[in-house]
């Protein structure tokens, strides 16, 4: 089945910008990639993290790094930075597998709303539950995030819109996340071309917070919104680095 006619061509154009064919916007002669704690270049990872001009710390103040996944597709994420950072990871189903000690397990997962009556958590205790990425840093300590690894399945679009609107994407230096597109997300809704420039504008409020496009690696399926679309995929899992960020 193909895309409604009254909805092409500027919804299959859009759809292709998605895909990320237009190429990155950034060059990195130095990432990190999965399983590795040194940068080196490798074409076809699922992710990499542009360290150009960056060194991961040995002695003082270790980096930050937040993974939130529940399907352990972060394992690589993980072991490219337990040595060297402060590594939390997030999973309300506490499923955390054959971990290195090092790794700070969490119940906790994100939400993009911020619940009205909450009583504050005491700072380092977290708990389980949804918190606001703003929530969790406070809670820990952390005024900033180095990596972000995310695998929110289909919220991410409202939490990385959430985090546009509060300003605090400043904070997170390098962010990977996976983006779902076989269906519109949590509490998104309208006509498909909606969706689709919906999901235009959350990408454009990254790039004016600074974000650039280091690499992206296509997922599993060609379904866009329910529809098989040719040359596209269900999924996008997208390496960005910040070019402002804040210290």
């Known amino acids: 089945m193909r895309m409604k006619t009254k909805y092409l061509p500027a919804t299959r154009k859009e759809v292709e910008g998605l895909s990320c064919s ?27 993290l542009c360290v150009e001009g960056w060194s991961l710390p040995t002695q003082g103040t270790p980096c930050v790094a937040y993974s939130f996944s529940m399907d352990h597709g972060d394992t690589g994420f993980l072991q490219a930075l337990s040595k060297a950072c402060e590594v939390h990871r997030f999973d309300p189903g506490g499923h955390y597998g054959d971990r290195p000690r090092a790794i700070r397990q969490h119940r906790a997962w994100l939400n993009w709303r911020v619940a009205r009556g909450r009583m504050q958590k005491k700072k380092e205790v977290l708990g389980s539950g949804s918190r606001t ?30 985090w546009v609107e509060l300003g605090i994407l400043g904070r997170v230096h390098h962010l990977v996340a996976t983006v779902h597109l076989q269906w519109a997300g949590f509490e998104v809704g309208g006509t498909e071309a909606e969706v689709v420039r919906y999901w235009f504008s959350v990408l454009q409020g990254l790039q004016d917070a600074g974000f650039r496009l280091a690499h992206s690696s296509p997922g599993v399926g060609q379904s866009i919104l329910r529809h098989n679309v040719k040359n596209a995929h269900s999924s996008y899992t997208l390496s960005w680095v910040n070019t402002r960020p804040e210290y």
């Open 133 to 162: 990425l703003s929530e969790i840093m406070e809670t820990l300590g952390h005024h900033t995030v180095d990596f972000l690894y995310a695998d929110l399945l289909s919220v991410e679009w409202r939490v990385l819109q959430n």
């Open 22 to 48: 237009s190429g990155h916007q950034v060059n990195c002669s130095r990432v990190l990639l999965p399983g590795k704690t040194q940068a080196s270049q490798v074409s076809g990872a699922p992710w990499l």
